[in-house]
């Protein structure tokens, strides 16, 4: 073991994350490999809704493709570099339905405890206060069992609908960054910045 393997106290890599958090009507489970071929068939469902919006949203993808991109969040799940959260139905017996989404806290910071949600939904499962419980699911479990100082949550100014979710879950407006991010055909884009703060 050389000094580079030596584990420094505080390491992301100790910290328990929840693999699942159950809600009323959700389960929001870690990536699991094997999801590939399902996520390809919801987000090819849902690239007309997704695109003005998600910069990831652009070419169908493949089976095989996103499998590969469903590795890669397992990956950085484990070594806490991102924390993807896949969106699924409850059934009448607690457990995953169908797949309707995704979701999880990304651009963290560890030292400081902050982390920022971002969150996606199938056209079919949008207008059903679904986006409100999964985003309420995550602020409880990142301020209660990760002890962020700061949650996050920035979109696009004109996205209301998503506004609206924060607003929902308690977030409050702390501003409108002007030409803060490029949209998706490249045109400056201002970001509204909600947060709430923990102790």
């Not at 389960?27 to 849902?46: D, H």
């Not at 570099?81 to 995953?96: C, K, N, P, S, Y």
Request: glycine content about 10%; hydrophobic content about 45%; aromatic content about 6%.
């Amino acid at each position: 073991m050389n000094a580079d393997s030596i584990v420094q106290p505080g390491d992301p890599i100790l910290i328990d994350v929840p693999r699942e958090l159950v809600g009323e009507r959700l389960v929001l489970a870690a990536p699991q490999i094997g999801l590939g071929a399902e996520l390809a068939v919801v987000i090819t469902q849902s690239l007309a809704h997704l695109r003005p919006w998600m910069p990831w949203a652009k070419d169908t993808p493949s089976a095989e493709s996103a499998e590969a991109v469903v590795r890669r969040m397992h990956a950085d799940f484990i070594a806490r570099r991102d924390l993807v959260f896949h969106i699924f139905a409850r059934g009448a017996d607690g457990r995953r339905g169908r797949l309707l989404g995704g979701s999880g806290l990304h651009r963290m910071d560890w030292e400081l405890r902050k982390f920022e949600i971002g969150y996606w939904l199938r056209p079919e499962a949008q207008g059903q206060g679904l986006a409100s419980e999964c985003v309420c699911l995550l602020a409880d479990m990142a301020l209660q069992t990760l002890q962020a100082r700061r949650v996050e949550i920035r979109v696009d100014a004109r996205n209301t609908r998503s506004r609206a979710v924060a607003e929902r879950c308690g977030f409050e407006l702390e501003g409108v960054l002007r030409n803060d991010t490029l949209g998706v055909d490249g045109t400056p884009r201002d970001a509204a910045v909600y947060a709430r703060i923990g102790a």
